[in-house]
Every structure is written in structure tokens, then in C-alpha cells.
């Protein structure tokens, strides 16, 4: 689950249950002369306060659940499917803690009480723009749906290891594709995430794409179950 690309990839997972197989992409390189882009686009950023819903998608499970995303004084929880769907799952960043608590997942025995997950150490919406300051830029393109939003394309990816490539052995944890509004980077329309943090997920990728995205608080509530968070 996400949990954590915004979490993990996000401490970049944000952080959701495991393997599945993605949808096709839903993105397109825009038609036309290939004329140089004036822009200097600026990377995604999870704003403040905000409020969006959409759809998870877990293709190789055949799984496409209602999802919402919403942000509040800079805390932000993700919330995929609910009591009535095949998958449930919760990620937040709250008051610089990440959490991650799955409540229904197929063939995994989720047997009660369903813990949540305090991802250990200090993580907040700061740490996570400044992950995400380090996204390489793919290119402009067009989502295409009934919207054909335009939309930039940003790659963001953890890596495991020693911090120096060909000398000691590196493992990779995380990867994101985020696409963000061409003049908002802070209005985010889809993500695919693969890695670790989709342990659940046979093929350890899954999507979300959103049909709204405000500028307006959300509600975040921390479940009764989650453990405080750190002081």
C-alpha cells in the first residue's frame, strides 16, 4: 500500500500491503512537434491541507477500490477500500510519525486484534518534500480520461546500501512515478509505487489515481488502535 510513497517512498511507502500487478499506464506522451519546453517545472509537493478521493488499483489481484487522500495542518492519511471491499488499509503521517494498519487484504490472514504498524523513527510532511526535491523529471505528457489532464511526470526512488554505486552491494527498496498538475506540483493525479512496502502485492506494485484534488482540510483521525505518536 501507499503508506508510506508517502511514507517510505513516499520512508517511501508510504507504505501499503503487498504484491499486484498495475494497471496500464494511463499516461501518454502529448502528440505534436517535439518543440522545446520553456518550463522549469517544479517536483511534486504534498501540501499542508488538502482533500482528494479516486481509486486504488491492485491489477494483478483485480482490485479497484474507492481511495481517498486527505491532509490537515500538515499531517495527511490515505484510506483504500473500507469493510465492504476486498482490501482496507489506512497510512498516515501524524504528528511526525508514520503509520500503516491494514485491516482486510486477500489470502492474508489478518487474524484479530489487526495491529497497526508505528513505522519507527521521526517522519513528517517536511521529510517527505524533501525526499521528493530529489525526483528526477520524465517528461510532460497528458492523462488520458474525460479530463486529459497535463500533467508532469517525476520518478522517485530508495535505495539500500552503501551510498556508493559500484563499489559496495546496493539493493533498491523503493520507486515512485508520480504525475502532478503542469502548473501545480502540490495537486497530485496519480502514482504508480513499486518495492517493499507493497509486500502484501504478489508483484509489488499497485496504483492510485485520483478524480479530485482540493486545496481544502481534510480529516485525519488517527485509529484507536494505532499506538501515540512520538513526542
Known sequence: ????????????????????????????????????????????LLPADFQGTGRYIVRDLGIDVPFSWQGRDGNSQMTAGGPDHPIWFTNLIYENTLYTLTYKWPNIPLFPPRACSKVPGFFNRQIFND????????????????????????????????????EFFRFPLALGDI??????????????????????DPELDEWFTMDTFDHRPGQVTLPDRCPPPTS
Open 179 to 200: 504525475y502532478v498538475d503542469q502548473h501545480d506540483p502540490s495537486r497530485w493525479w496519480q502514482v504508480l509505487q513499486f518495492g517493499l512496502q507493497n509486500l502484501f
Open 1 to 44: 500500500m501507499v503508506a508510506a510513497v508517502a511514507g517510505a517512498l513516499f520512508a517511501l511507502g508510504v507504505v501499503a500491503p503487498g504484491p499486484a500487478a498495475a494497471p496500464s499506464p494511463r499516461a501518454a506522451q502529448a502528440d505534436g512537434p517535439t518543440a522545446p519546453d520553456p518550463r522549469e517545472p517544479r517536483p511534486p
Open 131 to 166: 525526499k521528493l526535491k530529489t525526483a528526477r523529471y520524465v517528461g510532460p505528457e497528458i492523462l488520458q480520461g474525460e479530463k486529459g489532464r497535463h500533467v508532469d511526470h517525476w520518478r522517485v526512488g530508495v535505495v539500500g546500501g552503501s551510498t556508493v554505486p559500484g
